[in-house]
């Protein structure tokens, strides 16, 4: 059932590009990230990139890792528009920057216990990888020395460099 449903959406897909751009071709790339055919996420170590969102877990507790967003915000110039609670536990924290160009994008932070929470930064289904990998390893910049690089999820301590971002 769900290979019929993919199948119609390519055959869809194709048939909107041919009637609405003459015989150009859509790259093979491109189809695959609007419909997730290639896979369903691309990870680049700890962190995993999928739909235009970044996520990692970092062991830091909650409110300093939610500083080190504001921090980070302000480090690369862009304008907080939305710094709040997200759930009534207090537990998810939600974020809403912008750029000059008036681009949005979401960070997402949940604390999972006293030392690890979940960070999410969300650029948008067709955001910018590089743009989300940036303001992550902005946020991660401001962790202190014995918590950088060593204890982000996925990364055994043995294999980090002592220096390492």
Not at 32 to 39: H, Y
Not at 41 to 47: D, N
Not at 51 to 56: P, Q, S, V
């Given at each position: ?5 993919n199948?119609?959406?390519?055959g869809l ?7 609405c ?8 790339d491109?189809l ?8 369903s ?7 995993v990139?999928r ?6 877990a ?57 030392m690890l ?27 202190s ?12 301590v ?8």
């Open positions: 059932m769900f290979a019929r449903a199948l119609f959406l390519v897909v194709v048939c909107a590009a041919l009637v751009g003459g015989c150009a071709l859509i790259p093979l491109t695959s990230t609007v419909l997730g055919m290639a896979s996420a691309a990870s680049t170590g700890p962190e990139y739909a235009g969102k970044l996520e990692t970092l062991m830091i507790q909650y409110p300093q890792l939610l500083q080190d967003v504001r921090t980070a915000a302000t480090d690369l110039r862009l304008h907080i528009a939305r710094d709040r609670s997200d759930s009534k536990s207090g537990d998810n924290w939600d974020f809403k920057l912008r750029d000059d160009q008036n681009a949005q994008i979401e960070i997402t932070i949940q604390r999972r216990s006293a929470c979940r960070c999410c930064v969300d650029v948008g289904i067709f955001g910018s990888e590089p743009t989300a990998k940036l303001i992550m390893r902005q946020i991660e910049s401001h962790l020395p014995s918590r950088s690089p060593t204890t982000r999820i996925g990364l055994p043995s294999q980090a460099a002592p220096n390492a971002i």
